[in-house]
């Protein structure tokens, strides 16, 4: 059986803000933040349920000023705050730049007994990742080509369950540039993935059997899960995961099940669904970014997202795209004919099913894919693998 271990890098910020504020009459008294941040208003949730809360956002970015957070917070100038509460305020610093800061709002005629001090993001971030590598003392870490080999069984579980059960499947993304320019894993990667029509994909997640070893992760099955796509997974291995902030966790070694979707191909409507996608796919990861802090209300929308997401059918649409990231960088779209059958191709001496027509997908997101990027270039993922459980 799976297990996940998540931890939010915000819960250390939190939990010092309350810490600082526990003894303030926040009627009184206010509280001013310094310096605007993407989370601030996720904190403001969790202060506010615990009975505290932020009255004011300064910042000295004119751009920013003016800006209409939730939880009725505005962005105002420095100078415009303090000049009517430094005799009647504390100032909230979570931020690389605090000693500048501190110096400003000093030279302002800030008490210095005013400014308290919360981890920044950076400090949060390590606080969160060495919580998790807490979890794995005693276990033996995986060199770069083991962890590859645990995840070409997988793929290997997987390519045969989807073969057994009349699943279409595709390698994607890196995997497949690996499979054509190394045929195997691009030297330097560490994670594996694949595509598969959305129709396939439920029918996969619903039937792959529940095994000691092996088995299907998703939000639908444990809720820490953060994506919308699915693991494969091979439970006698763990990795840390600190692919982004604040969300951190520790799950199974696994391999990327990404659905894929049918898209509208007439100018107007892509750009309209193109939106919609980009809002719920933000609202998303806004959820993930909450989850754990114990805010009152916190609503779970991730079944509606979901299906509003992949709502248009894969097979004889006239675009095909992973509705996963659907950012504007990340977005890509290809006709359906470029996925409407497979073709083998040879992966670490195994033969997977790639899109017909892998060369039009992979120049359409990648470019000139046969070129090995410089080494600066060369993305890994922010995965640190470990064996729970040796394997003979």
């Known amino acids: 059986m799976a297990q996940i271990i998540s931890i939010n890098a915000l819960q250390f910020i939190v939990d010092e803000a309350v810490n600082a504020l526990r003894n303030i009459d926040i009627c009184k008294k206010k509280v001013v933040w310094f310096g605007y941040t993407a989370y601030v208003d996720i904190i403001q949730k969790a202060l506010i349920s615990r009975g505290l809360r932020i009255h004011y956002i300064i910042d000295n970015d004119a751009e920013k000023w003016g800006m209409s957070l939730e939880g009725d917070l505005v962005v105002f100038p420095v100078d415009q705050i303090v000049s009517h509460y430094k005799e009647n305020a504390v100032f909230l610093i979570s931020s690389r730049f605090e000693l500048e800061m501190r110096l400003q709002l000093s030279a302002l005629g800030v008490d210095a007994s005013e400014i308290i001090t919360l981890p920044s993001r950076e400090e949060s971030d390590a606080m969160a990742q060495k919580f998790l590598l807490n979890k794995t003392v005693g276990l033996r870490k995986m060199e770069l080509r083991e962890m590859q080999l645990a995840l070409l069984e997988l793929m290997k579980v997987f390519r045969d369950f989807c073969e057994a059960n009349g699943l279409r499947y595709f390698l994607a993304g890196g995997t497949l540039i690996g499979a054509i320019r190394h045929k195997g894993f691009i030297p330097w990667d560490n994670d594996a993935d694949f595509y598969m029509p959305a129709n396939d994909y439920r029918r996969f997640i619903e039937i792959f059997p529940s095994e000691k070893r092996y088995e299907v992760v998703n939000w639908e099955k444990y809720s820490e899960y953060p994506f919308e796509f699915s693991n494969i997974v091979d439970n006698y291995a763990i ?73 248009m059918p894969f097979d004889n649409s006239p675009l095909v795209v992973k509705t996963h990231h659907l950012n504007h960088k990340k977005m890509w779209s290809v006709p359906y004919s470029v996925f409407a059958e497979s073709v083998s191709v040879e992966f670490e001496g195994e033969l997977f099913a790639a899109p017909i027509d892998y060369d039009y997908y992979l120049k359409h997101r990648f470019g000139d894919y046969m070129q090995i990027p410089p080494e600066n270039e060369q993305f890994v993922h922010d995965f640190t693998p470990f064996w729970k459980k040796e394997v003979r």
């Open 239 to 311: 990795t840390v995961n600190c692919v982004w902030y604040p969300a951190k966790w520790i799950q199974s070694l696994g391999v990327d099940v990404f659905p894929l979707s049918g898209f509208p191909c007439e100018e107007k409507a892509f750009i309209e669904k193109r939106r919609i996608n980009l809002a719920l796919d933000g609202k998303w990861y806004r959820y993930q970014d909450a989850k754990g802090l114990e805010i009152y209300g916190l609503q779970d929308f991730r079944r509606d997202i979901y299906d509003l997401i992949n709502d």
